[in-house]
């Protein structure tokens, strides 16, 4: 820090100019992290910047929209009387929904006088991290269930109902896997744990993490049962600055009924001579992406929203297309294929004859084809991340879960603000990395971009050890 102050002018600058080496949002294509709302959206969202949305007394048209959203959503999710709230993203939300029912759980099992000192809870191995955090952090034993290419890189149901026992506290079932966007069978799953209670009389329930589904599945494909339709399904969270289409910062989290909010995490406040519940892990936290969320709730109303989404789906499908069309890449995301077909194998040229799709996100997940591969074993695939990137282009390049991660993929989340003429530059700058890797005599180093000095300052304040996943997490 220094000394003295800086004038206001030069310390924009400074920080302004720095804050340009960063990627362009617009041509970030990791992340499913919304960058672009409308004026009107972003002076709302200065217009309530200082207002805390733990101030419930203070704000109350503020918790008026808040109440509203929670409201739009339940109805979204095919809910009556549904209860929740927002939360800082879905992460925060995970937490919640997996506290809740490791708490009704151990509530039960104490009721019958039995042990409650090993629940575990289960989720594909394809899990988003911060599944995996509740589990660890919670102290939860976390049974991870392994992917295939049968199970479509996400959670296998059948070995999922074979994982279950006494101590299961529930099951998460995500829609739309982070690494492919496929969608995993919520119903499938359901109707297996129903038969389990049948049999055993265990009642575990599903939280759904549609961190990115939520805001797709409802406009895309009403008719899929995912939501609490379900009786199984006791709570679901989302992102709303995912496909919500609001800026990082909002996420949600609804349980079915009151009932499924377990009293102890419930705390009753006197804040600024008021009284209020609260039960997020955050406190303070900012309103304005919630209000943003509630704009785009008002400006879009269903039939927006239905076409934005459904032009995200379009152009996820004309790219996989035009990648499949080069020869060079196998599509691992099944979003372009016809409903109940799935795998690189069954290649279609267009979108001719497909009345239905599969549900899916508007996600882009491929790899280099084994021909290719032969031919040019002097190439690797992550080499096309470093070439696009050059280009302005964030692409990455990362292995399939465990049990898969042989494999790797390279991926793009296909939001709002990519359209069809960004992926005809994009589908050229491919073509263009993965042909001058080709013609290049020994490929290229992709080690030597990727293995960065690192600032001194930040390597002084980076951790030497984890004790985490020995494997690297798709984010
Ligand atoms: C399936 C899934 N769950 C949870 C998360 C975490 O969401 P957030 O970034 O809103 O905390 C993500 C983020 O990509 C995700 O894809």
Not at 76 to 83: C, E, F, H, M
Request: proline share 4%.
């Amino acid at each position: 820090m220094p000394e003295l102050p800086t004038g206001a002018q030069a310390a924009y600058q400074l920080i302004h100019d720095e804050l340009e080496t960063d990627g362009r949002p617009s041509m970030n294509l990791a992340s499913f992290v919304h960058t672009w709302m409308e004026p009107e959206a972003d002076k709302l969202i200065m217009e309530s910047i200082n207002k805390n949305l733990a101030d419930n007394d203070e704000y109350p048209a503020t918790m008026r929209i808040h109440a509203r959203c929670v409201s739009i959503i339940g109805n979204l999710w095919k809910s009556k009387g549904a209860v929740g709230t927002a939360t800082i993203g879905s992460s925060e939300a995970v937490m919640l929904g997996g506290l809740a029912m490791k708490k009704r759980w151990q509530a039960k099992r104490k009721a019958e006088g039995k042990d409650t000192s090993n629940p575990n809870i289960i989720m594909g191995a394809n899990a988003q991290v911060a599944l995996e955090k509740f589990a660890r952090y919670f102290d939860v034993e976390c049974r991870l269930i392994p992917v295939s290419k049968e199970s479509h890189h996400c959670l296998d149901i059948k070995k999922a109902a074979e994982a279950v026992d006494e101590n299961t506290i529930g099951v998460y079932v995500i829609l739309g896997s982070t690494y492919t966007g496929h969608f995993e069978d919520v119903e499938g799953m359901s109707n297996l744990l129903d038969k389990i209670q049948e049999e055993k009389g265990w009642d575990v329930p599903i939280h759904v993490d549609a961190a990115s589904g939520g805001f797709v599945a409802p406009f895309a494909f009403p008719d899929l049962k995912w939501s609490f339709e379900l009786p199984r399904v006791r709570s679901i969270n989302s992102s709303g600055h995912k496909f919500g289409l609001a800026y990082a910062g909002v996420g949600w989290i609804l349980w079915r009924g009151e009932e499924f909010l377990p009293k102890e995490l419930v705390f009753t406040l006197t804040y600024l001579g008021a009284e209020e519940q609260t039960y997020t892990l955050n406190f303070s936290r900012p309103s304005c992406f919630m209000i943003a969320q509630y704009y785009n709730f008002i400006r879009l109303g269903r039939s927006g929203y239905t076409s934005v989404i459904q032009n995200s789906l379009e152009n996820a499908r004309i790219l996989s297309f035009a990648l499949e069309d080069t020869g060079y890449f196998d599509l691992i995301s099944d979003t372009h294929r016809s409903k109940g077909v799935f795998g690189y194998e069954n290649r279609t040229s267009s979108t001719e004859g497909i009345k239905e799709f599969n549900p899916a996100l508007p996600v882009v997940a491929f790899k280099l084809t084994d021909k290719f591969m032969k031919e040019n074993p002097h190439v690797k695939q992550a080499s096309i991340t470093a070439l696009l990137r050059s280009r302005n282009w964030i692409i990455p390049n990362y292995a399939l879960p465990p049990n898969e991660d042989n494999i790797e993929i390279l991926r793009v989340v296909v939001r709002e603000s990519f359209s069809q003429d960004l992926i005809d530059i994009l589908i050229t700058d491919i073509i263009w990395a993965t042909e001058t890797l080709a013609a290049s005599d020994s490929g290229f180093d992709v080690e030597i971009l990727t293995k960065r000095t690192k600032d001194p300052i930040a390597a002084a304040h980076s951790l030497e050890h984890s004790a985490g996943t020995p494997y690297g997490r798709q984010c």
